[in-house]
C-alpha cells in the first residue's frame, strides 16, 4: 500500500504544436476524444484497486499536458469528480491545472473551481506578440491579461505564469517587459525557463540549417541578472532553479516531485514512482485509451536499486535552493553523501558550488548558473 501519493494527469492534446515543444502532446484542432477521459478514470481506479491509496491519501492533484482545458470544464469537472471520488480527495489539497490563455473560459474556470481545482497555470511565454508567433504559440498578449483577469473574478487566488527566455530574437529588454507584465498581473508563481533546443523539433531543424539566431552568451548573462535583480525586489523568493514564488505559494505538487516522493501517473505518456517502482505509460493516446480494458498502457516498469534512488533523490532535491535533508537522505536509503561521493563531493566543495553543514547539502549561487553540470557530476 502507498501511504500517500501526488497525482499527476495527462492530457496530451493541444490546438497547435509549439516549435520548441518536445512533449508527448499533440495538435487537436478539433474536439478532443471523450473516451480519452474515461480511460483516464479506468485507470485511477485501476491505481486505485492496485495501491490501495488510503483515504486522504492524496497529497496534490496537477492536470498537465499538453494543453488540458482544450477539454470543456464540464469534461474535467467530471475526470475530477471521479478522482475525488476514488482517492477520497481533501479539497484543502493543491490541485492545479495547465491552461493557455485561448482555452479559457468563465464558465468553464468556474466549473474547475467547483470541482476542487485552486490553482491554474498558464503558459504564456512571453509577452510579445512576435515573439508568441515565433515560437508557434495560438495566443496573444491581450488574452493573456484577459485569461488572468476572468480567473480572479472566478474567484482564484494562486496563479501561476510560465515564461521563457534566450528565444530568438529576444534581447534582455524584451525580457525585461516580459518579466515587468507578469509582475504588473500580481500572480502568485512564475515559472521561468530557458529555451532548450530539443531534438526532432522544427526549432532543432531551424538550428541545424542556420535559420534560427538565438542570444549570444553576453545577452543571456543580462537575462538572467534581471530576473536576479527584479524577482526578489518584487516579492518572488526563489525557491527552485527555475521557480519563484510569493510567500506560501510555493507549488507542492512539484516540491513532492523534486522530493522523490510517490506519485501517480495518469494519461499517455505520464509516469508513476511508487515504492522504488518507476511505471512509465505508453505515449500514444488512441492506443492507450484502447488498451485500457486489458490494462496493456505500460510501455516498462522498472525497479530502482537503493543506490540509484539515492542519486536520483540528491540530484532532484538539490535543485531546491533549500537543498536536500541530509536525515530525510539518511533515513529512507541509510546513505549519506559524504561517504557515497567521496572526492567528487570534496571537489564540488572547493571549488566553492555546493554547500554542506550538519542538516542540508544545497548548491551555492555561484552554482545556479550552471546546475546541469554541476548535478551531473553527482548522477
Not at 530502482?304 to 537543498?323: D, K, N, P
Request: charged share 20%; with cysteine; glycine share 8%.
Amino acid at each position: 500500500m502507498v501511504k500517500s501519493a501526488g497525482l499527476y494527469i495527462h492530457i496530451p492534446f493541444c490546438r497547435t504544436k509549439c516549435r520548441y515543444c518536445s512533449f508527448n502532446s499533440y495538435p487537436c484542432p478539433e474536439t478532443p476524444p471523450e473516451n480519452y477521459i474515461d480511460a483516464l478514470v479506468a485507470h485511477a481506479r485501476k491505481f486505485r484497486e492496485i495501491w490501495g491509496v488510503p483515504a486522504e491519501g492524496i497529497t496534490s492533484v496537477f492536470l498537465g499536458g499538453g494543453t488540458p482545458t482544450i477539454y470543456s470544464g464540464e469534461q474535467l469537472a467530471r475526470l475530477l469528480q471521479a478522482c475525488h471520488a476514488l482517492f477520497s480527495i481533501d479539497d484543502s489539497i493543491e490541485q492545479s491545472v495547465e491552461t493557455n490563455p485561448n482555452t479559457i473560459s468563465a464558465v468553464g474556470l468556474d466549473l474547475l473551481l467547483g470541482a476542487g481545482v485552486n490553482r491554474l497555470s498558464i503558459g504564456v511565454q512571453a509577452f510579445d506578440d512576435g515573439l508568441l508567433s515565433v515560437l508557434g504559440r495560438s495566443h496573444s498578449t491581450r488574452e493573456v491579461r484577459q485569461a488572468v483577469t476572468m480567473a480572479r473574478q472566478a474567484g482564484y487566488t494562486n496563479i501561476n505564469i510560465d515564461l521563457m527566455y534566450g528565444l530568438p530574437g529576444q534581447t534582455a529588454t524584451v525580457f525585461k517587459r516580459s518579466l515587468e507584465q507578469a509582475m504588473a498581473l500580481n500572480v502568485e508563481h512564475i515559472a521561468l525557463y530557458e529555451l532548450t533546443i530539443e531534438e526532432n523539433t522544427p526549432f532543432a531543424h531551424r538550428l541545424q540549417m542556420g535559420e534560427l539566431i538565438l542570444p549570444d552568451e553576453a545577452e543571456m548573462v543580462q537575462m538572467e541578472e534581471l530576473v536576479q535583480a527584479l524577482l526578489p525586489a518584487n516579492g518572488y523568493q526563489r525557491y527552485e532553479i527555475s521557480n519563484y514564488a510569493k510567500p506560501g505559494y510555493a507549488c507542492r505538487h512539484n516540491i513532492n516531485y523534486w522530493r522523490n516522493s510517490a506519485y501517480f501517473g495518469l494519461g499517455a505518456g505520464a509516469a508513476s514512482y511508487l515504492d522504488g517502482i518507476r511505471i512509465k505509460n505508453i505515449d500514444d493516446p488512441a492506443a492507450y485509451t484502447s488498451l485500457m480494458d486489458s490494462m496493456k498502457v505500460y510501455e516498462y516498469a522498472e525497479g530502482l536499486s537503493t543506490q540509484a534512488a539515492f542519486r536520483e533523490s540528491v540530484i532532484m532535491g538539490l535543485r531546491m535552493l533549500q537543498g536536500v535533508n541530509l536525515y530525510s537522505l539518511k533515513k529512507r536509503f541509510d546513505l549519506n553523501p559524504v561517504d557515497y561521493y567521496g572526492e567528487i563531493l570534496q571537489k564540488l566543495l572547493s571549488d566553492g558550488l555546493l554547500d554542506l553543514d550538519d542538516a542540508y547539502m544545497k548548491l551555492t549561487p555561484k552554482a545556479l548558473p550552471v546546475a546541469n553540470q554541476v548535478l551531473s557530476e553527482l548522477v
